[in-house]
């Protein structure tokens, strides 16, 4: 709501109560997709355990559908034409962009095969001439695997997991992952002397973590998105682009 605040981009947000069926959130979207004057539609999840959640994804119109959830989008990206593409794996292929990364003949692995990042961001690279190994918690020798790699995408959840023994030397890495850090000790392991990391978790009782173990990692890769600041600001603008594209198709399709 801030970024569409700062762009000029109307925003609403319909909080729901928490017991709210899916007939009831169904009907919610279909009363958005009927809107004129309303261009994107997010639906925030995780939607909570009573919900479908496929079938809710499956009612936001795909001309409206900012996440690039809606099946028509991944069809669409999965066969290159043009729609709305998942903004996370967009803004990992701006980050790659900008930073002058070459990914043409590159090798990359992707730890993750979510619908949201794993496979998304594994189809981008591969449009983009990448080779592309996608792994998941049953790949075996997961870090010799990743070893192969030029470019690194960690979209696994699961704190600090991908160290040194992951990375090749010089590899781009990108670190989708976002935990928090409770404990101490934790924080004091993987932030060894960082202090603006102990007074922020002095100061708030938790510190942000990727997939990435910094303290491993960063000797060894050639680029490493941190976090916060990497991956999750490129997120919030594709989003932004995502919508500016959705007003547009609508209205020159
Ligand atoms: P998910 O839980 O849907 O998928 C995780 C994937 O990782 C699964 O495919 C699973 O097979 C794999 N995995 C889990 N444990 C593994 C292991 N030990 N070894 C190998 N693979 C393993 O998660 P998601 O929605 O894809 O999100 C992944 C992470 O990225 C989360 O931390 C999430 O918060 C973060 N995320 C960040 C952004 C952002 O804007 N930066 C956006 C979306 C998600």
Redesign the pocket.
């Known amino acids: 709501m801030k970024s569409c605040e700062s762009l000029g981009i109307f925003s609403e947000r319909q909080i729901l109560s928490e017991s709210v069926t899916t007939e009831e959130l169904l009907s919610r979207i279909d009363e958005l997709n009927q809107r004129d004057d309303i261009d994107g539609i997010l639906v925030q ?1 995780p939607l909570p355990s009573q919900i479908d959640t496929k079938k809710v994804l499956l009612a936001v119109d795909p001309r409206k559908d900012v996440d690039g959830f809606h099946p028509v989008n991944l069809g669409n990206l999965l066969s290159q034409r043009p729609g709305l593409v998942p ?2 794996p967009a ?1 990992i292929m701006e980050i790659l962009k900008r930073s002058g990364i070459p990914v043409e003949g590159q090798r990359a692995v992707v ?8 496979k998304p961001i594994a189809m981008l690279l591969m449009h983009k001439n990448a080779t592309v190994t996608i ?5 075996k020798d ?1 870090p010799g695997v990743c070893r192969e790699a030029d470019i690194l995408v ?6 600090g ?1 991908v160290t040194a023994d992951y990375v090749k030397p010089g590899a781009a890495v990108i ?5 928090q850090l409770t404990v101490r000790a934790d924080v004091e392991r993987y932030f060894p002397g960082n202090a603006k990391r102990m007074e922020e978790f002095e100061k708030k009782g938790s510190t942000l973590i ?2 990435v173990d910094p303290a491993s990692v960063y000797p060894v890769a050639g680029a490493i998105t941190p ?1 916060p600041g ?7 603008a594709m989003l932004m682009v995502n919508t500016v594209r959705a007003a547009r198709l609508r209205r020159m399709p």
């Open positions: 999840l903004c996370t803004g730890i993750g095969r979510s619908d949201i990042v794993g792994c998941h918690s049953r790949t997961l960690a979209a696994l959840g699961k704190p997991m670190d989708v992952g976002i935990s990727g997939d976090v990497g991956v999750g600001p490129l997120t919030i």
